[in-house]
């Protein structure tokens, strides 16, 4: 190397190692545990309590002087939305809000978990809640709002989801995630002979109800049409509806769950089933297309081609009440900004936000009073002016209040693969259950497994 | 006389046809994010597309909307740059060690060296972060860039490298003229490394620069993010948009893909340790 080389490398890597250094250090002595930013609060806000939640909601255009700062992470940038109708209100709270790519949140919140250090709020997926709602590093909501409002007027099932196993309400949830029968009102009007969601909901009250329908249409069509797409989702339905797997660190598989297996059986072998992998691009073009009727999603679907659909979509009630893709709110309890946090809970849960969530997004309330309250004439637009208030609120009706746990929904979901994969490969009764207890025992040594007598 | 020509001809048809159908097979998911960027979330989800869509705009407007692409694309450079450098040189250091010193332990030490080759990272992520969050580094790029130089698979190849491509008469010839230990490194184990050390660095630069799972767990504040785990966080719960993120991967391989059109002539030539010794 020539000389001059060397002193370019030396000098380049002298800048790097000085470039390093310099940006790798942290902003500020940060001691553990604290809020990831300085608190930058310019004005001490008043204590909240329930006169003052109730003065803030009735009077949202008015701007609140209320500042401060705090910081919020979630898994999806619909945040963003949240955030920016709570500023419209309260224009001087900042909030930092931090997206973590989605599949990967709950390892970021693992560790976060670990180091003690949280953001001051924080969403969690229905899926792993219940792993971290015991910990007493998640604020206890009583403290900073009136949370008895949600047992006197939440959805009930909405009420026992936030809570932690001591019945702590420990995450706020703001929508409700209902599954319902998806479908298009041309398609119905011409295979079922009416878009009418009631009249609908009617026709498909039962799988075996469903299987008749199904074999109606296919016959009609000659084939080209199908009612139903798949045996998974019958899954995702009807889980909610059986006994709890778990109870007190022991999985018992109660008969009701052979029933749904069997169930589904019978609709893979119909010859009026068309087998779609569910979530699939092939199923979304095939339910947009016409091909198909019906599919079950929660009310929060993204699988609907609205520039094509628009005005043209229906729901219909299912046979059994579910709920499915839950996003609690949680608090961090060593956050310095507990008031700030008060007042941004207090607006997601106010009518005004919940009001605009359902007129912007067709997101459902989790307010049940607030759902009655505005279902009487309500219609959607790109729902063709159906009132889907009054839907939603005959499947919340439906839907069985309980807390979750942790193992609540990975159960349910292995469940559903090993009975999915089962069916679909000819396994029977006996070799899905021990396929599914065979995970259960490897992913959660602690449990006490009963293993049921195969009818 | 035809027919040999014949048989040769149709030789090279087939293996012309099959060396297409193998680019074809790369090249194919470059296509699809390209194509792809172009179109919006639910033609991807629905449609295999061959044309270019138009909602091009529209995913730019939705990548941007709530990220800073080119302060990502700049963290992302910063950690990349300074991990390929440093890398690069401690690890030669230490193969250059592995290679031309003797001292006691020394195979037991390379074996060492092997050995951790061939656990996965991902087994200790835990306990780096244990680490990481006492020695105060969170939100630091220090852990990203620093553990690095421990690149056991980057010693090795240096090693196995300066094996072959470096003479011990050449250092003992420096040493004889009284050339000291640093300067023997600096002035002529560098500049004889520099085939491998330009296929070391590409590899240590896309593998920092693709790196997600490690940035993810030390990265908390957005500031600080690096590319890949800002286009990760362009979803939606309601409309998942990933006409937005095929166009921000397009976008976080275009540096990758100037690094290669620099250096892809010596990875070519020198590609194999082989034949960067008879180089």
Known sequence: MKKGSLKWLIATMLIVTALVITACSRNGDEPTPVTPEPPAQTTTPEPVDEDDNDEVEETPEEPIALSGSFTYWSYTDSAHNLVAAFNAVYPDIHVDVTIFGGGEYRTHMLTTFMSGDLPDLFDLEEGYMYEFLDSPLILDLSTIMDTGVFAREWVPFQNYAMKNGNGVYKALIFQSSPVVMWYLRDVAEEWLGTSDDREISAMIYSWDAMLEVARDVYLASDGEVTVWPNVGSMFVVDALTKPTLVVDNTLTIAPQWFDLINTMRRVWESPYTRHYPAWSGEWAAAWNNGEFLFRAMPSWDFFTDWDRNRGNVGIAVPPSGAFEGNTGISVFANSEHHDLIATFLNYVASDEFQTLNLEQHNQVPANLRLIQDLSNGFSAPDFGGQNILDTYARVLATIPAFTPDRFTRPLINTFQGRASTGIQNDWTDEEIINEFIDMIADQYPELTIVRPDIP | ?279
Not at chain 2, 26 to 53: E, K, Q, R
Not at chain 2, 244 to 271: D, H, N, T, W
């Open chain 2, 1 to 279: 006389m035809s027919s040999p020509r014949a048989r040769r001809l149709l030789v090279r048809g087939v293996s012309h046809l099959f060396l297409f159908a193998i680019a074809l097979t790369a090249f194919y998911p470059f296509f699809v994010m390209i194509i792809s960027s172009t179109h919006n979330h639910f033609n991807i989800m629905t449609t295999i597309n061959i044309l270019p869509g138009n909602s091009l705009g529209d995913n730019w407007e939705r990548l941007t909307r709530h990220i800073n692409i080119f302060r990502g694309t700049a963290n992302s450079l910063v950690i990349a740059i300074s991990a390929t450098i440093l890398q690069n040189y401690f690890t030669l250091m230490g193969g250059y060690a592995f290679s031309k010193f003797l001292f006691k332990g020394r195979s037991g030490m390379f074996a060492f060296v092997v050995i951790m080759m061939m656990i996965p990272g991902q087994i200790s992520i835990i306990g780096f972060f244990h680490t990481v969050r006492q020695m105060g580094l969170i939100n630091s790029y220090i852990p990203l860039i620093i553990p690095g130089i421990a690149n056991s698979f980057a010693v090795f190849f240096y090693k196995q490298y300066l094996d072959g491509a470096l003479p011990n008469e050449m250092i003992e010839a420096a040493v004889m003229d009284g050339c000291r230990e640093i300067n023997i490194f600096h002035q002529i184990v560098l500049p004889l490394a520099k085939p491998a050390l330009v296929v070391q660095g590409v590899l240590i630069f896309i593998g920092s620069w693709n790196s997600y799972l490690t940035p993810l767990i030390i990265l908390n504040d957005r500031d600080r993010m690096t590319l890949p785990l800002l286009i990760a966080t362009v979803r939606d719960a309601n409309h998942a948009e990933v006409g937005a993120q095929y166009l921000g991967m397009l976008i976080s391989i275009i540096p990758i893909v100037i690094i290669f059109c620099f250096s892809s002539k010596v990875i070519m030539e020198r590609i194999s340790i082989g034949a960067a010794v008879k180089g």
